[in-house]
Every structure is written in structure tokens, then in C-alpha cells.
């Protein structure tokens, strides 16, 4: 028997066969339609949606025991139309709510009841609207407080509901960004005292204890001295595009947007995040996602939580104990949560099999875009991600993943410390040909462990990483990743521009590094394209080949498991230039980044 399709449009019905003539209204329907024919495929099943808008009500849940897979060698393929071709339909699957009901009021903010929705995100005709912030602090002279702060300034007791209110802290470890609700605001005629949420605010004393002797004194340092920027108040919204939620209506929250220039109640789309999953699969094989837009999906965690207290990449803290790490008596000590948080995605596979991503778009989404853990064979290829709110792909405990040809950009934009692409404890898991670029944190994420072994990370293009966050790189590898250079990981072919903030590294070698290739690289515009001396030290690492405009320190003294050796140090001013004229220098040029793609 040939291949089995199925058909989804908008304008089709459910009670409706699911053929090109009479298609089925919702994914949910195909999905029932699909596992009605698996056990006995001889062909392929492709679903084809139509363009349009698909609403989800709930996710789209792939589960093997149910009939999912692909079987008996072929594969299950949801596709938007005509994908591959230039008439390729555009096809978006949503997890969000239209909201209505919008009045003005005289201060020209528009407010709709959103019942018990509490979006952190927010879409008006396709553009992602922005929390309403103070980006210069609390006002006054501000003192922490053992639950909270005080200030001699009263316009705190102004803000209305304050409850609402999250505390931001960049850099409460150069690497992190913290998160962090307030409980109340009271106060007298000279004075207002905050009290934040708990026990938010003391796992977050306990987490963000540490000591740092690098630049001289004492070693004090308290990165929850003040908050850098408040979020998510009425008395907040002064620039257009910019939204709050509030809950003192006893009837449900209600979301205030200041309307940007033309915008019209009754014209305008606005789009509130309301599914916090859009696809997730269980053991599920032998199938395909290609073509589609994934967006306005949540993520209520810092809300249920009472904040983000990140760490790490995407690891947080949530639960248990504090491990402290003694850097050293000349450097200080820091903690880490000992048992980490990963955070989650929109759109997340487990123990998946033979399963493609490819050529989709996820964009405005609460969480982290895409999550592979202990899958197995599985690619990501030649898709788009933008105008998330953690990172883009992050694979875990995986064998053989493939992620490959994607651009990934202004990711992100509310957990500042996720990576554009993270690989933790896997194996033989290739990192080639991506195109990264305006990233506030590591581009590439690679950490090792006990498990890890054979990594690629071959001939990406790094742009603008670094962009909020310190002590990074392009490219950032923790920990053994193997036991040989042989079954280790090879980071060969990349290029890495314009790594931003101060105190960082184009190539990061980290905490423990171990059996790591690093060969013909270009580094331009980091601080230094390499650091020898981490802790804990590297070991077995080798830099061969690379080109760079910056001489690390220590080049010439390296430690005595570590290779630094046939690298070329090029002029900064010209190296553009001096580079191209190198053969071996023009050919990673060349080869780096997404293929088949004139840039």
C-alpha cells in the first residue's frame, strides 16, 4: 500500500474524513486519525495543515504506546503545505489566547480580564510586547534587609499591587541573572520597606553566598545588594508596547497594555501565552515535525515559585541543599545548587528515536524552545529560533543527536543565562554549521561528565554572544568529555566574533576540562580566545591551528597536560583581511555557518 495522507485545515471539521477535500479542523484529529493506521504501515503517513493559525486547547502529546510511530520502517511526517517549495504555506501552531473585552482608559492604557492568566510574554500583531520595567532600580538610598530592602524614598508605596511585582539582578554571579518576587510594599512618610517573597528570598541569600578575592579587599560581594531592574507594575507602563498584570480585581487578573502608535482596540491582535507544552513525546519514533511555526507558549515557574535562581546555563535552583565550591584561597568560593533544575521546554522529546525537526520556526516562547533527552538518533536541522525566553535547543543524556544548520538568535530574553545550544552528558552528539548571534550569555554550551564522549562541534558561526551576562565565551566546554582524544570532543572549524561584555573567552575550556580538541578555530574581538589556568585545572586539552588576534596569557606556559601549539596570532585592526589572505584562515571562513545560504 503507498504512503497514507491526511489533511488539517482551519476552515476543515473534525467529523470531517481528513482528505484534501474534506480536511480536519485541529492536529488532535489527524493525530487520532494516524494511530488508527500505524500497526499496519506500508508506506509513509504524512499530515498535511493548511496555512493559518492552528489553535492548540491542549498539547500535542506523541506517545508510542498509543500508535504514534513511524512503524514497520516508515515514518509518520506533520508537515505544512507545499513544504520545500517555494509555495511552502505558513502554518502556525499556537499555544496562546486571543484576549478581548480591551476598554481604554483616560491614560491612554488599554485593560482586558484575562481570568487566571498571568503571561510574562505577550504578542500584538506579531510583534512580542515587553514587561513593563524601571530600569534604574529602586529609588533612594537602599539598604538589604535580612527580608527584603528599605529605602528613603516613598514612591514605592505608590506602585499599585505590588504583589505582582519581580525583582531582577544581573550579574548576582557574573554568569547569572536572578529572579525575584516581592511579597509587599509598606512604609511612613520617610521611608518603604519591601519584603520579597519566600522562601525565594532566602534560598537566594543561600545560593548567592560567596566570597571573591580576584580584584583585591576583602572578597565581599553581594549581588542581591539591590535589584538592577523591577518589573511587571501599572506605574511601570510609560513606553508603548510595554504590558502588566495586575490581581487585585477579585473577579481574576487583568492585563494593562500601553498600545504602540496605530494600534486600535478591535483592530488589534493581542496574543497571551496560555500552554506552557506545544509538543511533547514519550518513547515516540520514526516521526517528523518540518514546516512549522511553533509559538505563544508559557512558563509559570518564577511565578509559582516566588523567582528564577539560576545558576548555570539552564540549571536553577528549586529544591534541596547548597553545595559551596572553594575556588581557591587566592580566588574565593561560591555556591551551586546540589541538586540542579533544568529548565524546561515549549516543545520537549523524551526518550525519542529516529525523530526530525526540521525547517520549523519557534519563536515567542516562555520557556526554553527545544529539549532532547535520552533520545537517540534524533536531528535538528535548518530551523529558526528567535524571541525566546530561555535557550534554543538543549539536548540531554543523548546518544547521536544532530543539530545542524539552525539560526538561533535574541534568545534568552528573560533567563539571561541560557545558551543558544546546550549538550549535557551525551554522546557522539554533533554541533555543526549553526549560526548564532545576539545571545546575552554562551553560544554553545557543551558539558561533560561521566557519560559524555565523541563530540562535535564543527564549523559553527558565533556572533555577539555575551551580550548581558560575563565569564563566558562563543563556545564553552565543562568537565571530561570522554577518556582519550580519541573518544573526546572536537572543536574544530568555528568561528567566534565579537564575544561582548568584559572578562571573557571565545573559546572556554572550564571547570574541569578534559580531553578536548580545539583545532582551527578563528577568534576575533574577545577579551582572549583561550584561558589556560581554570579551576578545577584542565587537563588533556589541546589548542592547534586556531587564529586569533589576542595572545592569551600564559601561551608560553601552558599547564603540562595542555597543548598550545601552531596557532596564529593576526593584527586586530586588519584581521579580517590577513586572515582571508591565509589559506587554512579562508577555508574555515568559508565553511563556517549555515549551509546552502549566501550570507
Do not use: C
Not at 580576584?214 to 549581588?223: C, K, L, P
Amino acid at each position: 500500500m503507498p504512503e497514507i495522507r491526511f489533511f488539517v485545515s482551519p476552515d476543515g471539521r473534525d467529523d470531517w474524513s481528513g482528505t484534501a477535500d474534506q480536511p480536519f479542523a485541529t492536529p488532535k484529529a489527524a493525530q487520532e486519525a494516524v494511530r488508527a493506521v500505524t500497526a499496519e504501515m506500508t508506506g509513509d503517513v504524512i499530515v498535511t495543515f493548511a496555512a493559518g493559525v492552528h489553535h492548540l486547547e491542549e498539547p500535542l502529546a506523541f506517545d508510542d504506546t498509543l500508535g504514534d510511530s513511524g512503524m514497520n520502517g516508515f515514518r509518520v511526517i506533520y508537515q505544512a503545505h507545499g513544504y520545500g517549495t517555494a509555495d511552502q504555506d505558513e502554518v502556525e501552531v499556537s499555544g496562546g489566547r486571543v484576549i478581548t473585552g480591551w476598554t481604554a482608559g483616560d491614560d491612554g492604557v488599554w485593560t482586558a480580564p484575562i481570568d487566571d492568566l498571568a503571561p510574562r510574554r505577550l504578542t500584538v500583531d506579531g510583534r512580542p510586547a515587553a514587561r513593563a520595567a524601571r530600569k534604574d532600580g529602586l529609588p533612594g538610598s537602599v539598604t538589604k534587609t535580612a527580608t527584603g530592602y528599605v529605602t528613603d524614598s516613598v514612591e514605592p508605596q505608590s506602585w499599585p499591587d505590588p504583589s505582582g511585582l519581580e525583582f531582577v539582578y544581573p550579574g548576582v554571579y557574573p554568569w547569572s541573572e536572578a529572579r525575584l518576587a516581592v511579597a509587599s510594599v509598606s512604609g511612613d512618610a520617610s521611608s518603604s520597606t519591601i519584603t520579597m517573597a519566600q522562601p525565594a528570598f532566602d534560598n537566594a541569600k543561600s545560593l548567592y553566598d560567596s566570597k571573591w578575592y580576584g580584584a583585591g579587599g576583602d572578597g565581599t560581594w553581594d549581588g542581591l545588594a539591590a535589584p538592577s531592574v523591577l518589573e511587571n507594575n501599572v506605574a511601570f507602563l510609560t513606553e508603548p508596547g510595554t504590558f502588566a498584570v495586575s490581581g487585585t480585581d477579585p473577579a481574576g487578573h487583568v492585563l494593562h497594555y500601553r498600545p504602540r502608535p496605530g494600534e486600535e482596540i478591535g483592530k488589534t491582535r493581542v496574543v497571551a501565552p496560555a500552554l506552557e507544552t506545544l509538543v511533547s513525546g514519550q518513547g515516540v519514533h520514526d516521526l517528523v515535525l518540518r514546516g512549522f511555526t511553533f509559538t505563544d507558549a508559557a512558563w509559570s515557574g518564577p511565578t509559582e515559585t516566588g523567582g528564577y535562581l539560576h545558576y548555570h546555563g539552564n540549571a536553577r535552583y528549586e529544591r534541596g541543599e547548597f553545595q559551596k565550591i572553594d575556588l581557591g584561597a587566592d580566588v574565593g568560593y561560591v555556591h551551586v545548587p546540589a541538586e540542579p533544575v533544568q529548565l524546561p521546554a515549549n516543545v520537549s522529546l523524551t526518550s525519542a528515536r529516529r525523530v526530525t525537526l526540521e525547517g520549523n520556526h519557534f519563536t515567542r516562547l516562555g520557556a526554553g524552545a527545544v529539549l532532547i533527552e535520552d533520545g537517540t538518533d534524533v536531528e535538528i536541522r535548518a530551523n529558526v529560533f528567535d524571541e525566546i525566553s530561555g535557550s534554543g535547543i538543549a539536548v540531554h543524556t543523548s546518544t547521536r543527536v544532530s543539530v545542524e544548520d539552525n539560526l538561533v538568535h535574541h534568545i534568552a530574553t528573560e533567563y539571561r543565562g541560557s545558551p543558544a545550544v546546550l549538550v549535557v552528558e551525551s554522546e557522539e552528539t554533533t554541533v555543526a554549521h549553526n549560526e548564532i548571534h545576539d545571545v546575552p550569555h554562551n553560544g554553545i554550551v557543551i558539558t561533560g561528565g561521566e557519560r559524555a564522549s565523541g563530540t562535535q562541534v564543527i564549523s559553527n558561526l558565533v556572533e555577539r554572544s555575551m551580550g548581558k551576562l560575563m565569564d563566558g565565551g562563543g563556545i564553552y566546554l565543562s568537565a571530561p568529555q570522554g577518556s582519550s582524544f580519541a573518544g573526546g570532543a572536537m572543536v574544530r572549524g568555528n568561528v567566534i566574533r565579537d564575544v561582548l561584555t568584559s572578562y571573557n573567552f571565545g573559546l572556554y575550556a572550564d571547570y574541569g576540562a578534559a580531553w578536548i580538541t580545539v583545532l582551527g578555530n578563528i577568534v576575533h574581538r574577545a577579551d582572549t580566545p583561550i584561558v589556560l589556568q581554570v579551576g578545577p585545572p584542565m587537563e588533556n586539552v589541546a589548542f592547534v591551528g586556531n587564529f586569533w588576534d589576542v595572545l592569551p596569557d600564559g601561551y608560553d606556559t601552558p599547564p603540562e597536560t595542555v597543548t598550545v601549539a601552531g596557532n596564529t596570532l593576526l593584527p586586530k585592526e586588519s584581521f579580517d583581511e590577513a586572515v582571508q589572505a591565509v589559506p587554512a584562515g579562508a577555508d574555515i571562513l568559508a565553511r563556517a555557518g549555515r549551509r546552502g545560504l549566501r550570507r
